[in-house]
């Protein structure tokens, strides 16, 4: 007979193992101060991609972990118990009768528990195992009981994306604080868990009150980017999309292929999903063919590229960069799609460009030799100035951001680069200094003219916010890469007190920060599996939403628990190539609110959703 002993596999854990449980419970609980602390002393700088099972560890799997050793505990008590003789009945009672955190309390079992008790949740849900594939499922995050004000607890307040088995959603640790049964997760003895049960928040001194989680998915309009005619590509790249900031239904798009494109979008457009079956056609995009204007001339050869665009603050005019021939070239188109501009004589590819605040001014980056090209294009002069910026070659490996700080200032961020310079008549000048280190590692900047303060991130996931006087603060926010960062639009003046900034980064955190505080600590965050790869709120300033690589979650500004909607890019027919195949491309998402915050656009890879919010 074999011996069965010989085929068993067992899990072990080393030091290792049991940091990294201990580490992704301090992130995962927003204790992220305390994570950073723990990882310095153990001496790994990025567990999550160092260790191999890493990919494999189950969101809170030390709390599920340490929960299923009490349950083991308790069959232990169980088997001493009907193992026991007479004589020995009261010490074995006594015994068993005690558990890690002190004396046992009765539980009832799953048939006398009220379902209906308003004050009862068994909506946890064990975490099941991270999936390979891009859509995994996860458990439901349910918010933290309020703390009335001036509670010694100073805990920050989490997120929640509302979703009991939805794709990118998790299950708060703490609410072993607030349960009946001292479980953070039910047993599997205590019955079978519920089907998809409704999200919800807890309401002020009601009990259970449910919100309900608008679905967009089909609420979603997909456009066709192929040519008209047969020697057009039928799957260009989406590069960059805009709405125009003064009409909420002009919609321009680039990308490869010469696309450069510009949609009327009614406001009454139904979603393909509400037409008739003939009238969606067979790759269901844009079953009700919204009208379009191309806007590059037929010269233009049909392999070009507009690497990006740019809409002016009036929404008069659109900036197109375009590369066709190795040559690169700026062109301006009036609202009517008619060319105002060009410019020509540019090394290809121009990657930015940023309207000055008076419309007058156009900045670009193109890289130049081993250096980089700043150039600033004058429409009311009819002419172009340029800088040459030896110290950093621009590549899509060391990119660089640019912003405007005034009407004719403007700062220039990446790597080890924080520059301010000028633009006057006479050409391109050297501005405002700012005192930076070695290793800085700058990724992104946004200006905000309200404060007149400058934010930038790095890396190694700091956010820094720079004053008029020259002073630095830096906040540790994220772990890793942040890929998204925004201030609050503002139509109102705000409280004297509060300045919001929203960041998402590669760790899978959303926070939104007060930057008046003084405290390096979030209003509000939300961690999810998988990494946010863009921010975009809404003109109004009341609703952000967030993009993983499948999913995009809108919350309100304020109410985080819950958010007001989800969609999801997988499983709609709409987001499905003629060629696609069954690996998932990676891509960096471009989207954004048209002017009324109504609707959202989505582009990824060949595909263009227009996403119906309100």
Avoid at 24 to 34: A, C, F, I, P, V
Avoid at 53 to 75: D, M, Q, R, T
Avoid at 338 to 361: M, N, Q, Y
Avoid at 403 to 427: H, I, P, S
Wanted: proline share 7%; with cysteine.
């Amino acid at each position: 007979m074999a011996d069965n002993r010989a085929s068993t596999m067992k899990e072990l854990l080393d030091t290792d193992r049991v940091n990294f449980l201990i580490w992704r419970y301090l992130l995962e609980s927003n204790y992220r101060e305390t994570a950073a602390k723990f990882q310095k002393e153990w001496r790994i700088q990025a567990p999550h991609k160092q260790f191999d099972f890493a990919p494999h560890v189950n969101v809170y799997a030390l709390v599920s972990l340490l929960n299923k050793g009490l349950i083991y505990e308790s069959y232990e008590r169980q088997h001493a118990k009907l193992r026991q003789v007479p004589e020995d009945a009261a010490a074995t009672a006594e015994a068993t009768g005690h558990g890690v955190f002190g004396p046992l309390k009765f539980e009832p079992a799953p048939k006398d528990i009220d379902m209906d008790d308003d004050d009862e949740d068994d909506s946890d849900v064990e975490p099941e195992e991270y999936h390979e594939a891009a859509s995994r499922k996860r458990p439901m995050e349910r918010p933290h009981h309020g703390l009335s004000n001036g509670s010694p607890v100073n805990k920050r307040q989490r997120l929640s994306n509302g979703f009991e088995n939805g794709a990118d959603s998790a299950t708060d640790p703490m609410e072993i604080d607030h349960g009946t049964d001292n479980h953070a997760y039910p047993s599997p003895l205590e019955g079978e868990q519920a089907i998809s049960p409704a999200p919800h928040t807890e309401g002020p001194e009601q009990g259970t009150q449910v919100d309900k989680v608008n679905e967009l998915t089909q609420e979603t309009v997909f456009l066709q980017l192929g040519g008209v005619d047969s020697e057009s590509s039928a799957n260009p790249l989406v590069l960059q999309c805009e709405w125009n900031p003064k009409d909420p239904s002009i919609l321009a798009v680039a990308g490869t292929d010469a696309l450069a494109r510009v949609w009327t979008i009614s406001r009454g457009s139904a979603p393909a999903a509400q037409l008739q079956d003939s009238q969606v056609p067979v790759d269901h995009v844009d079953g009700i063919g919204h009208p379009f204007q191309n806007l590059l001339e037929d010269e233009v050869p049909r392999d070009a590229t507009v690497q990006a665009l740019a809409w002016n603050g009036a929404g008069s005019a659109l900036a197109l960069a375009v590369e066709a021939e190795n040559k690169a070239r700026i062109c301006v188109y009036g609202l009517d799609g008619a060319p105002t501009h060009r410019f020509d004589g540019f090394e290809p590819p121009v990657i930015k460009l940023c309207w000055s605040p008076d419309d007058d001014l156009i900045l670009g980056l193109s890289p130049e030799k081993s250096g980089t090209l700043i150039t600033v294009f004058s429409l009311s002069m009819a002419n172009s100035a340029s800088y040459y910026y030896a110290d950093h070659e621009l590549t899509a490996a060391t990119p660089l951001e640019i912003t405007w700080t005034g009407e004719t200032e403007f700062v220039l961020c990446g790597n080890d680069c924080l520059l301010g310079f000028r633009w006057t008549k006479a050409g391109i000048l050297p501005g405002r200094e700012f005192r930076t280190g070695k290793n800085e590692a700058f990724r992104r900047v946004q200006f905000d003219f309200y404060t007149k303060m400058i934010a930038t991130t790095s890396d190694k996931g700091t956010i820094d916010l720079w004053d008029e006087s020259g002073g630095r603060r830096s906040i540790v926010a994220h772990m890793g890469l942040i890929h998204a960062l925004q201030w609050q639009p503002l139509q109102n003046e705000p409280p004297v007190d509060e300045r919001l900034l929203a960041s998402g980064g590669e760790d899978g955190v959303i926070s939104v920060w007060n930057v008046r505080k003084s405290e390096n600590k979030p209003l509000y965050s939300t961690t999810l599996p998988t990494p946010i790869l863009g921010l975009s709120m809404t003109p109004d300033g009341a609703f952000i939403a967030a993009a993983t690589m499948d999913n995009i979650f809108i919350w309100k500004v304020g109410e985080h628990h819950v958010p007001r909607a989800h969609w999801s890019r997988t499983p709609h027919p709409g987001w499905q190539s003629p060629k696609a195949n069954s690996e998932e491309e990676e891509f960096i998402p471009t989207m954004g609110w048209n002017s009324e915050g109504q609707k959202l656009v989505f582009g990824a890879n060949s595909r263009l959703a227009v996403i119906r919010f309100r």
